[in-house]
T-cell receptor, first 112, second 108 residues
Framework: EAQVTQNPRYLITVTGKKLTVTCSQN?????MSWYRQDPGLGLRQIYY???????DKGDVPEGYKVSRKEKRNFPLILESPSPNQTSLYFC???????????FGQGTRLTVV | KNEVEQSPQNLTAQEGEFITINCSYS?????LHWLQQHPGGGIVSLFM???GKKKHGRLIATINIQEKHSSLHITASHPRDSAVYIC??????????FGTGTRLTIIP
């Protein structure tokens, strides 16, 4: 089954404790991206990747890092999480930039 | 500035009604997506358009490039169509910009 898998689904952590949210797709897609969703602000792009070792900033990259060492994986790293990064996060992939997007199930992160 | 506006923000209708959700954007685009987000939070891609019209079951999406406008239509609406519908636009700089969504409620 074609899918994008995010882990964990839910996470509560403390300020400053490094964490990684994993994202994996099984469709051999080149394009992957991370978004955060906040009430009243909608979805905003954090980072995206056009292919292995090619990443670029979205609209809200501050406080986040990404890497794309393999085509299937695109982890989101929060080196020092802060409460303003409490949000619902989505990973998505598509075969190319202009193609149908497949979304992961979402990760609800709470930073206290 | 690349902007995306959706209307209405909230829409309540009776089962069976014809539904229209609108999306307008400020400058030329590469592509436009319509997404559906159910109360559980998951997001599903409904359509990706760069011109014309697409249909899938009871859902129809249209885009008018000259007027910088897209519409999502639902025919014979059903309570299971209740969700948030999100328009997302791919501008030339590779970044997706999202509308704030339309919350649709279909009453039996």
């Amino acid at each position: 089954e074609a899918q994008v898998t995010q882990n964990p689904r839910y996470l509560i952590t403390v300020t400053g404790k490094k964490l990684t949210v994993t994202c994996s797709q099984n469709m051999n897609h080149e394009y992957m991206s991370w978004y955060r969703q906040d009430p009243g602000l909608g979805l905003r792009q954090i980072y995206y990747s056009m292919n292995v070792e090619v990443t670029d900033k979205g609209d809200v990259p501050e406080g986040y890092k990404v890497s794309r060492k393999e085509k299937r994986n695109f982890p989101l790293i929060l080196e020092s999480p802060s409460p303003n990064q409490t949000s619902l996060y989505f990973c998505a992939s598509s075969s190319r930039r202009r193609a149908e997007a497949f979304f992961g199930q979402g990760t609800r992160l709470t930073v206290v | 500035k690349n902007e995306v506006e959706q209307s209405p923000q909230n829409l309540t209708a009776q089962e069976g009604e014809f539904i229209t959700i609108n999306c307008s954007y400020s400058v030329g685009i590469s592509a436009l997506h319509w997404l559906q987000q159910h109360p559980g939070g998951g997001i599903v891609s409904l359509f990706m358009l760069s011109s014309g019209k697409k249909k899938h079951g009871r859902l129809i999406a249209t885009i008018n490039i000259q007027e910088k406008h897209s519409s999502l239509h639902i025919t014979a609406s059903h309570p299971r169509d209740s969700a948030v519908y999100i328009c997302a636009v791919l501008f030339g700089n590779e970044k997706l910009t999202f509308g704030t969504g339309t919350r649709l409620t279909i009453i039996p």
